[in-house]
């Protein structure tokens, strides 16, 4: 296990920010935080980080407690929100920095410098000014400046919330390939989850400062511990699991769980109707109960039949 | 802890003196019952009260064009509104004096608000320049006329910076020094210039301490009232919005601009009157001022020329620079540092900075004449002594410049750095330094012109042997014969000059909207 953190719990003054928090990152993998904002992830990072002392608890690397290391010797590179890069350095200038710290000679710098350029698909960028960057390559440089002295693991709190949704979609597939090709052992802050799911091999949960499940994204996905998850992750109804033909105790559906389809077992009647970016999304309501389903175009106040999409079924617990 | 034993030293220590020596010799009890003495005190507030009131009204529309308007020559506006507040307060006496011979109320709280316009047009406008415009955008889209726009919006959310500019100005009037001896003369006198005649002229030491406490005690409760104050605006400031762009004026808004232009015109005024009396005397244009700057002045008036007085002046301005720089820069660190940690200590420290900047530069001098007899060496006769002084009334001033903008450097932007590998140190050195560069050398410039205007505490304490300029000018002045006062008005020609150069330079170099000057 490269990272590993024991019941760390960081309060400020009376309120706890994070309690009792336990997690391992092995070497190589990307895990993602993924909550609510407010939720004490970002607090969690930056405590890894060395910016936040933890109340009690221990961050460990490699089995060795890290409470005495500051922040500068930890060697884990962090990645901002908003990028902050050095607005008085060339482009180049903010990824060398690193390698500078570490004394690395100039010629290999210059040489791992253009190499990063390329790797984030910013090549030809070397002598610009971070102030004249869009806030997609400011980030990639971000992302470049953070990997240049090859930290022992990546910290990223929220890389991608900052830009608008197209890019945020285009980046999000490259920091995944970026970060499989580098093998780079990293954690993700995000509030996003198709984000998340994207990135990670594994997901963390976190809900007013606790960890509350930790899984491969298809698990946390399809099965989520309880039902406020279930709610954070796109269900909005709750039904028993016999609603929907699963011999399970309860079940959480997301708009996707019910499909307009002549063919389908269940009858409703459109109560409201919107378009989304690739379906329609209606209110229909069956036996009384209101529920959201996706499907082909239907006028408000037709009677529609429906089929159950057990893709979009979450099984709580 | 290097600024604190500084102020203590050559700050705390003298001033404490002066009040031991105003107690102990009961000469407060028979001061504060005398009535001339309220007369004193009333004058001092009156004059200072008109003065801040002409200030603020004249500053406002300029703190507008500066913050909000974007037209042709705003630089200039900028350079001419700042020249005259670091103009040699002699300089200023002068200058009005050219338009009003006889000096008088009305030239002295002119003069004073002269000076603080700046304040005003600096302090205000930095802030309006960060409120955000689409809270007036929001009124007026609900109804609102403009007047009532910036009445009940606008107005609201820059009284603190108001009423911080406020009270620093109100302190600079009520301790002015320079202006009042040179245009009140006998008849005019207020606490300040009260001390210098006591202490230079009658040697009454027990009534000028006595007197020095009881400004002592009016300033500390005018700098309290402002501290309060600017903790507001830094509230106010911490919710402000990206820095927006400043539009071309339109419709109403031209009859401010228009003011603006005005008061700009009136503080050019003197200026130009000046230089235009340095060159004129009774048979017509003449450069005779200017080369008796060569000579020690009508029968030897002087025990030096004017240019090693003038050189005496760059010199030591220098020295005081450097010692408030590294004193100035390394408090506005702690106190930041301080500030992260949210210790209330910062605070304190902040007030006890501003302190010198308004007690008068003549208790400070008095204060030193009394205490520096007690230090090793021969340090009342040491030629370091008006460097100090003049370090102690420029150090506020460059915490006040560099501490906004260290403070605004983001502190995730220094975090990340730290991730990155860099020391604590190296923190300092790769991020804040190059941020506040800039600033750094506009501050020194900055005190740099202030140093070599100063004139209450030099008075007191340059050696006759070696003045600084505006000591020999008000020199100059006090001695009769049309050579003497050509020379005069000629070396404040000069001292212009170079502080005109100084600040246009500074105007350069300056980092949008950082400090408060």
Redesign the interface.
């Known amino acids: 296990m490269a990272l590993e953190l024991d019941s760390i719990t960081v309060r400020y003054g009376q309120t706890a920010a994070v309690s009792d928090v336990s997690l391992t990152v092995a070497d190589g993998e990307v895990v993602a935080l993924l909550g609510p904002s407010g939720c004490g992830k970002s607090t969690l990072l930056r405590t890894i980080?060395g910016?936040e002392k933890p109340s009690a608890g221990s961050v460990r690397w490699d089995g060795a407690d890290l409470a005495g290391v500051?922040?500068?010797?930890?060697?884990?590179?962090?990645v901002?929100q908003d990028g902050?890069l050095?607005?008085?350095r060339s482009v180049a200038g903010n990824v060398a920095?690193?390698l500078r710290?570490?004394k690395v000679e100039r010629e290999s710098r210059d040489k791992r410098v253009l190499s990063l350029l390329e790797l984030v698909g910013l090549e030809g960028y070397a002598d610009r000014r971070v102030t004249q960057l869009s806030g997609g390559e400011q980030q990639r440089v971000a992302l470049a400046?953070?990997l240049a002295?090859s930290p022992r693991l990546l910290?990223l709190d929220e890389p991608l919330s900052a830009l608008d949704r197209a890019l945020r979609e285009q980046l999000a597939v490259d920091l995944a390939r970026l970060l499989r090709e580098a093998q780079t052992t990293a954690l993700v802050v995000t509030h996003d989850h198709d984000e998340a799911f994207t990135l990670a091999d594994r997901v963390a949960i976190m809900s007013r400062g606790r960890i509350v499940q930790v899984g491969p994204p298809a698990e946390v996905w399809s099965s989520p511990v309880d039902v406020e998850t279930a709610k954070f992750l796109g269900c909005n109804k709750f039904v028993p699991g016999s609603f929907v033909g699963l011999d399970v105790g309860r079940v959480g559906l997301r708009a996707t769980a019910l499909r307009v389809d002549p063919a389908g077992a269940l009858e409703g009647v459109v109560l409201e109707r919107v378009h989304r970016r690739d379906h329609v999304r209606l209110l229909v309501e069956i036996d009384g109960e209101e529920y959201e389903a996706v499907g082909p175009m239907s006028e408000i106040g037709d009677r529609v039949r429906l089929e159950i999409d057990l893709d979009g079924v979450a099984r709580i617990g | 802890m290097l600024p604190l034993a500084f102020l203590g030293l050559f700050f705390a220590w003298p001033v404490l003196a002066i009040i031991t020596l105003g107690l102990r010799e009961g000469g407060v009890t028979t001061v504060l019952f005398a009535a001339d003495t309220w007369e004193l005190v009333g004058f001092t507030l009156g004059q200072a009260l008109a003065s801040t009131v002409v200030a603020v009204v004249a500053g406002l529309p300029v703190a507008f064009v500066l913050a909000r308007c974007r037209i042709r020559g705003l630089g200039l506006v900028r350079a001419a509104v700042m020249v005259p507040f670091v103009l040699p307060t002699v300089v200023v006496g002068l200058a009005f004096r050219t338009f009003w011979p006889d000096g008088g109320v009305l030239p002295i709280v002119l003069a004073n608000a002269f000076f603080n316009v700046a304040v005003v047009a600096r302090t205000v406008g930095g802030l309006w320049a960060h409120t955000d415009r689409r809270a007036e955008d929001a009124a007026r889209a609900l109804g609102a006329s403009r007047p009532r726009a910036f009445l009940s919006v606008v107005l609201p959310a820059l009284a603190p910076a108001i009423g911080s500019a406020a009270a620093v100005v109100f302190l600079f009037c009520a301790t002015s020094f320079g202006v009042v001896l040179v245009l009140g003369g006998s008849r005019y006198r207020t606490l300040e210039t009260e001390i210098y005649l006591r202490t230079v002229e009658l040697f009454d030491l027990s009534g000028a301490a006595a007197l020095s406490l009881l400004q002592f005690v009016a300033v500390l409760a005018v700098l309290v009232l402002g501290a309060l104050a600017r903790r507001r605006r830094e509230t106010a400031l911490a919710l402000r919005d990206r820095e927006e762009l400043a539009r071309r004026p339109s419709g109403g808004e031209w009859y401010v601009v228009l003011a603006a232009f005005a008061v700009v015109v009136a503080l050019l005024t003197p200026v130009v009157g000046l230089v235009t009396r340095s060159l004129s005397t009774r048979d017509g244009w003449s450069f005779a001022g200017y080369v008796a700057l060569t000579t020690r002045g009508d029968r030897g008036t002087l025990a030096v020329t004017g240019i090693d007085a003038a050189l005496n002046s760059v010199r030591t301005a220098f020295d005081a620079t450097l010692v408030a720089l590294v004193v100035g820069v390394f408090s506005a660190v702690v106190l930041v540092g301080l500030r992260r940690s949210g210790s209330r200590i910062a605070e304190v420290l902040d007030t006890a900075l501003m302190l010198p900047l308004g007690v008068s530069a003549v208790t400070v001098g008095f204060g030193y004449l009394v205490t520096m007899d007690a230090l090793p060496g021969d340090f009342r006769t040491s030629p370091l002594l008006v460097p100090l002084a003049q370090a102690l009334v420029v150090t506020p001033l460059i915490v006040r410049m560099v501490l906004p903008v260290l403070r605004a450097v983001d502190e995730r932007l220094r975090q990340a750095a730290a991730t990155l590998g860099a020391s604590p140190l190296r923190v300092w050195r790769e991020v804040d330094l190059p941020l506040v560069g800039r600033s750094l050398v506009a501050a020194a410039g900055f005190g740099y012109v202030v140093a070599l205007g100063e004139f209450g505490a030099t008075s007191f304490l340059a050696r006759p042997d070696a003045p600084t300029l505006p000591v020999v000018i008000a020199r100059l002045m006090s001695r009769p014969g049309e050579l003497n006062s050509q020379m005069a008005y000629a070396a404040c020609a000069l001292l212009m000059v170079v502080t005109v150069g100084c600040v246009l330079l500074i105007e350069r170099l300056r980092v949008p909207s950082s400090g408060e000057f």
Do not use: N, T, Y
Request: hydrophobic share 45%; charged share 20%; glycine share 8%.
């Open positions: 980080a910016l500051p922040v500068h010797r930890r060697e884990f590179g962090l901002f902050q050095f607005p008085h920095f690193g710290m570490k400046r953070a002295p910290l």
